[in-house]
């Protein structure tokens, strides 16, 4: 696999995935495939969960043209229960696969960040820090009617109060300085 260093420091850790032998990516349903994994059997949970935009509609840009991915199937719930059930769902399915020194980041935007770190502590994660992810070229303000959003949101977690981060675990679990979007299959 070949890892792009655009933008990365000259520092920056380089990985090569191909060595890591219990590496693997999965594709499928989240919930689905996680129940196939044994039970902690996993030191770090990555989730950059559906934002539940709740479009009215197409997003256009002032030339209007149509914005890509924002009104995609996956992203797409009838209600905020429907939403917190599917939350609800993926975190108890990464709870479980999650080893007891595990952490997990969580990244969202307004839109959906709350209500997951919600579901999260009713769940018995235990809060570590929140991290806020600032945009350098975020999506314009097309409609003029609320303020740029330019930045997301990370939650960082353990599996519950009692998992301790250590020096050691925290160096392990930070996730890399750039990030990207997933990509639906299909």
């Not at 770190?117 to 570590?128: H, N, V």
Request: one cysteine or more.
């Amino acid at each position: 696999m070949v890892v792009s260093r655009r933008g990365a420091s000259a520092r920056a850790p380089r990985t090569n995935f191909e060595s890591l032998a219990n590496s693997r990516i999965i594709v499928g349903d989240c919930i689905a495939e996680m129940s196939k994994l044994p039970a902690a059997s996993i030191d770090l949970v990555f989730a950059d969960p559906p934002y539940n935009l709740q479009l009215k509609g197409e997003l256009k840009r002032p030339d209007e043209s149509h914005v890509d991915a924002v009104t995609d199937d996956w992203d797409k719930f009838s209600s905020f229960a429907v939403y917190d059930d599917f939350t609800r769902a993926w975190l108890l399915g990464c709870r479980r696969v999650m080893k007891p020194s595990a952490t997990i980041w969580v990244i969202g935007s307004y839109h959906n960040i709350f209500r997951v770190g919600a579901i999260m502590q009713d769940l018995g994660f235990w809060l570590l820090n929140d991290i806020v992810w600032r945009k350098s070229n975020p999506m314009p303000n097309f409609r003029g009617r609320r303020f740029t959003n330019a930045h997301e949101t990370m939650i960082w977690a353990a599996r519950d109060e009692h998992a301790r981060a250590t020096r050691s675990t925290t160096k392990r679990s930070r996730p890399p300085t750039r990030t990207c979007r997933h990509v639906p299959i299909g």
